[in-house]
């Protein structure tokens, strides 16, 4: 019979069932070798204490500290009238702050004996907050003894001064994690090396059975520092060839070659431009054009700031295609922007738009829309056009993959706001050409290099980072609404006077307001006080506006549960100038253009991202006047809330932005995955932080799938592909 590798060894019979299922069902580790893989979160050392004042609220902590004292209390209860209840409240502190741990009932009679002041511990539980006081409850704790102690055993588990805390769970505690681990550490002998061995040792990294030894049980910052740095190659190395393997397998595939006619419609449509295009259009537009004119699909990511000109670019591409005589697709992430895109292209392209129609021009072709809200006759004229081949440029939603939509031929497919469409469906509307079309991917969100590489790491890269003249200036501002009402008020005064100066305003809210916006779903987490109302809402805030600081203006509401008509007659009515303040939601983070509207208030501005606020902000300065952004919240001076939107008042820097939002979110949500507890594939690998090796290891791991695109001679390296790709495919099943 087979034996089971040792890592593949399943927990249940290494730890015991109980043990197990809490592992699986809280930390999603199922076998020793996921165990060995749940890498400590930070270090404890024993002569060093933790910093109590930085905890965070309602979250799951470990702290080493010291009891300062210990107060048993007697009270009159309704389980206990006679006074019998008992309530233990022990002061524990680190010498930067103290920490209130309370026990109650029967629970009190342990601690009281045995956490008497000067004992040192570990602890671990909630944190939450009781008359303005951090407290854990009822939490469970560790005694740390001393080595001439007769409980040597202790000792043994600690061996080392450096103790490792584990992301643990309220079922798990830290150091029940590390106990699992003592058990199955010896396994860490047979881990399989996935790092071909010249890389590791040109690199002077460890071997991995060292490294898991060395992060599990260090004796020196030093051993902490080699496990890291092997283990953090690992993570980019594995990942950076999953994706050189994408990159190499559509490489393989063939596509049609387009270049555009030398007098046909992209040189007709540039004599038509009232503007020179600015130096960075043209350096990614010819970047694009070398790509078409090849034999194997285009698959490239175009970044650019809100108003870089990305459409432009965009809509050069889909020229040059329709020029060498394929068609063109352009999806959009909503209806709204897909009937926008479809708007702006048309009125860009003028007559060349109406080609076949009266009045069209002989190099024009048509321009169709096709959207799930459209009516049937026209939904048929727009596919019909399509087979035919009349229509060389479509916009659409994803009614555009749907099997009944057939290309007469489909050359180029430009996706627009990528992070909303994942590549199964890219690879749908691959199927719909003879051969696979070429892919252009646009990102109006600033996405740092590295980030870039591991997200979008299949795809190559162009960015458009300067603004087309005449795009105006944007001026921020943090309106500290609780600190200072005055300047809210102020900031209302504001809008009127853009409104007076014949301009517009929007106001942002991150709520509607309606009846299935319940506001306790919507409550998040408990930074302050301020937080104990639910967020601000559409709806309230419009009528508030309406008929007070104000009143007398033409005020509409916007958001993403009404009639798509009716979205669309309202924006209609904006863009008009018939509308001066429209109170909406998100909707229109994206692609709303109205360059008269100068003005956006965004209420409750805390509770939107770093780059969703970027995004918002974009939609001001588009034209000739000067924009101004104002950031109301209700958080105080000092907290984390307050500063991030400091950052953003303080630079209109997309791509710094995105680093300082990146540093203080964790990974896992820039790779997709906004729960910050679920495992995402990166452990130890920190995007921001470590840049060189992710670029080294993209180049490595292009070298070793070009030399060797099986990887057939490296068994450990294909072990560890696996692993990934299946918790990637768990990941996509699970997001359905």
């Known amino acids: 019979m087979d034996l089971v590798p040792a890592l593949e060894e399943p927990l249940k019979k290494v730890l015991g069932p109980a043990t197990a299922k809490v592992m699986a069902e809280h930390l999603g580790l199922h076998s020793v070798g996921d165990l060995l893989h749940h890498y400590p979160r930070r270090y404890e050392e024993r002569g060093q204490l933790t910093h109590l004042a930085e ?43 103290r920490l209130q741990l309370v026990f109650f009932g029967h629970g009190v009679h342990k601690p009281h004996k045995e956490l008497l002041p000067g004992t040192r511990a570990m602890f671990a539980g909630k944190v939450s907050l009781f008359n303005r006081r951090l407290q854990l409850a009822h939490p469970a704790y560790e005694l740390l003894r001393g080595a001439d102690d007769e409980a040597a055993e202790t000792v043994e588990t600690w061996a080392g001064a450096l103790i490792p805390i584990y992301p643990a769970t309220a079922k798990l505690e830290s150091w029940k994690i590390g106990k699992a681990i003592q058990t199955v550490l010896p396994s860490a002998q047979e881990a399989v090396d996935p790092l071909p061995e010249s890389l590791r040792e040109g690199r002077g990294l460890v071997p991995l059975p060292e490294a898991l030894l060395k992060i599990h049980r260090p004796h ?27 990159r190499h397998a559509d490489a393989q595939l063939p596509a049609v070659p387009r ?103 002989e190099q024009g072709t ?54 909303r469409f994942g590549v199964e469906q890219r690879d749908a509307l691959r199927g719909k050409g003879e051969q696979p079309p070429h892919l252009l991917v646009m990102t109006a969100t600033p996405i740092p290099r590295t980030v870039a590489m591991t997200v979008f790491g299949d795809l190559e890269t162009s960015v458009l980072d300067q603004l087309p003249a005449g795009r105006s200036p944007i001026a921020s501002h943090v309106v500290p609404a609780a600190d200072k009402p005055h300047f809210l008020t102020r900031a209302w005064e504001r809008v009127r006077e853009e409104v007076e100066n014949g301009h517009q305003a929007y106001v942002v ?60 007659a309202v924006m209609r009515r904006f863009a008009a100038g018939e509308t001066h303040v429209l109170v909406a939601t998100t909707v229109i983070e994206v692609g709303v253009n109205v360059p008269n509207a100068t003005a956006m208030v965004i209420m409750d501005a805390d509770r939107f991202g770093v780059s969703q606020l970027h995004q918002l902000r974009g939609r001001v300065g588009r034209g000739s006047a000067a924009g101004l952004c104002l950031l109301v919240s209700e958080m105080p001076e000092a907290s984390p809330a307050r500063q991030r939107l400091n950052a953003v008042a303080a630079t209109l820097d ?33 995007v921001i932080e470590d840049e060189e090796i992710i670029a080294e290891a993209r180049q490595e791991a292009t070298a070793v799938v070009e030399a060797d695109p099986e990887l057939t001679g490296l068994p450990g390296l294909r072990t560890a592909l696996d692993a990934l790709l299946d918790e990637e495919r768990e990941q996509y099943l699970e997001k359905g």
């Open 55 to 97: 905890l965070p609220m309602d979250e799951h902590v470990t702290v080493v500290a010291q009891v300062a004292d210990a107060r048993l209390h007697t009270f009159a209860s309704a389980k206990a009238p006679r006074g019998k209840g008992q309530r233990l409240e022990v002061t524990i502190t680190d010498g930067s702050g």
């Open 220 to 246: 020196t910052k030093a051993d902490i520092a080699d496990a890291q740095s092997r283990l953090k190659w690992d993570e980019a190395f594995v990942l950076q060839v999953a994706l050189a393997r994408r």
């Open 259 to 361: 270049k555009p006619a030398p007098d046909g419609l992209l040189s007709a449509f540039d004599d038509r431009l009232p503007f020179t295009l600015t130096d960075g259009q043209q350096k990614v537009s010819k970047e694009i054009f070398d790509d078409l004119a090849t034999d194997h699909p285009m698959h490239r990511l175009l970044q650019g700031e809100v108003g870089s000109g990305k459409t432009m670019v965009a809509l050069r591409a889909m020229l040059a295609v329709v020029d060498a005589g394929g068609q063109a697709a352009m999806l959009a992430p909503t209806e709204v922007l897909a009937q926008q895109h479809h708007r702006s292209i048309v009125e860009m392209m003028g007559e060349l738009a109406e080609g076949g129609m009266l009045g069209g021009s």
């Open 366 to 419: 048509k321009v169709v829309l096709l959207t799930g809200s459209m009516g049937t006759a026209a939904r048929r004229q727009a596919m019909l056009d399509l087979v035919t081949g009349e229509a060389g440029i479509v916009i659409g939603t994803h009614a555009l993959i749907e099997d009944k939509v057939q290309f007469h031929d489909l050359g180029l497919v430009v996706v627009d706001e990528q992070h």
């Open 509 to 568: 809210c991150p709520r509607i307001g309606d009846a299935e916006d319940d506001p306790k779903k919507a409550r998040k987490s408990a930074e302050d006080e301020a937080e104990k109302r639910p967020p601000l809402a559409v709806l309230d805030i419009a009528d508030q506006l309406a008929k007070g600081p104000l009143s007398g203006l033409r005020v509409e509401v916007l958001h993403g549960r009404m009639h798509p008509d009716d979205k669309d």
């Open 654 to 686: 997309g791509f710094e932005l995105s680093r300082i939002d990146l540093e203080q979110r964790r990974e896992g949500d820039v790779l997709g995955q906004a729960q910050s507890g679920a495992r995402t594939s990166l452990r130890v690998l920190a």
